[in-house]
């Protein structure tokens, strides 16, 4: 057929390539099911979008002050607390809390997770453990803790160290039980030995479920840190809204609440980030 | 080599020279081997010697047993009944149907995998290079063609110098042309390093293709031999490639097209002994 075909819809996306500039690119273009090409700084959309309904929602007074500060107010509070060194100290120590049971409730979730995949013992002595810390609310063991610990810094990351390592564990664990037996057979077959087995193999084989975990982990690590700083403590933005809930200062309380939400979706956006250089060899959905 | 349940696989003597007899002089050396899956036999009792360097190529229908005696070869039915004497040299690679390469680790890495030397590297280049991906180290394998990600699996074998080379239906996945060029691919890979091939497939003419002799599995026993002379093998001789492809044709239970027939019928041959 010599005729050019006729096209209903356009090329979708003009060349980049400055070399093929100016040159016909006429395509059929098929229906694409995928959410097609990561857009850069696109994750900050929905969050800009929330503000934005807020600041709506303030300036044309249907919120009321009293219920929810402007965001003006929490800027300007902001602003105050910084100038007096509240806010960074507090933040500090919150931040310290949160990262401290992080990251060892990551090295225990992961440390277990390898255990118990990788051998049979392991399993059984780890997996009915774990199950059961699962069953129970981790805020549950919060006054045994106090009871054991008292209320010092000990307690605090060791509550946030239980809240993390769970979802850790899990997810690290099931992608190792999900690595395919056919690597595992290529893997005798090439002589590999048991240290070089779990370094070629399993580590990066269960590292896309360990990564899955860590991002429940991250967010399990604010919610813990706020259950436990709004239940006993002295310093932290935990205890800095609690102080002002006795105040009635609804503006540092949002204030904080802001605090928690950017630090959220950091912590969120660096492990994902983290996540993508790692796993470069995986074609996904995400991109 | 490991010992596994039912069966046992020893290490060949190294072989030398003219004072050993043919026997010992063998690759390989199955004796007795009976695999079962339940109550079910799959292999009743498979007798198979390769000679060093020699290429032989396993066909059979569809489930009689050959990729279970090729696992068995490779010491992977650690869980599968049965008894049996198996010998296998030293050094043993696979090359699987799937290239089996390792979805996070880069082309070269895939290579490397399990070398100890400390030119391993190197020699994964020379071996990629050999192969005709000099230039694709660092690719991902699911930025390569099927038929490339299967040369890398070849390299990948190829690499330890085997003396002992297992594939199973290696080719299978690939479309015609490709495997057309892996024939000579793997027939060049051969002629440089030597190795014994057991090959397994289901393709009657990739099996005169290449191999210096052909072994039929029945109702899990070998039941044809047939030895491939070059003539034959590279249809120079026109006449007794046609007649070996239909004598396994017939082996294997199959009447040949009538379209591949220029004059005599097919007579199917009883499936010999
Ligand atoms: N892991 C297994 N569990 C149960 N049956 C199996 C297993 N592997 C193979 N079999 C059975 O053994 C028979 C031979 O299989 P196989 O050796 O794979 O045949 P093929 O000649 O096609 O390679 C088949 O009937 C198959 O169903
Ligand atoms: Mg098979």
Redesign the pocket.
Known sequence: MSAAPVLERPAVEPHQDPALAGRDDVRPTGKRLGPGRRRRLAWLLGPSALLLLWTAGSATGLLDPRILSEPWTVVATAGELLADGRLQENLAISAQRALLGLFFGTLVGAVLALLAGLSRVGEALIDGPVQIKRAIPGLALIPLLILWFGIDETMKVLTITLGVFVPVYLQTHAALRGIDLRYVELAQTVGLSRAGFIRRVVLPGALPGFFLGLRFAVTGAWVSLVVVEQINATSGIGYMMELARTYGQTNIIVLGLAVYGILGLLSDGTVRFIERKALLWQRTLAG | MATHVGGLTRTAPPISGSAASADSRAAVSVRGLIRS??PKG?LNGVDLDIAPGEFVALL?P????????LRALAGLDHDVRGSGVITVPDRVSVVFQDSRLLPWDTVLGNVTLGLREHDAEARSRRALAEVGLAGREKSWPHELSGGEQQRVALARSLVREPQLLLADEPFGALDALTRIRMHGLLQDLVAAHRPAVLL?THDVDEAIALAHRIVVLDSGRVATVRTVSPDVGSTADAAGHEALRRDLLAALGVVPASGAQPTTPAEPAAVGH
């Open positions: 899956f339940g799959v059979g569809s489930g009689c047993g050959k990729s279970t005696l397994v």
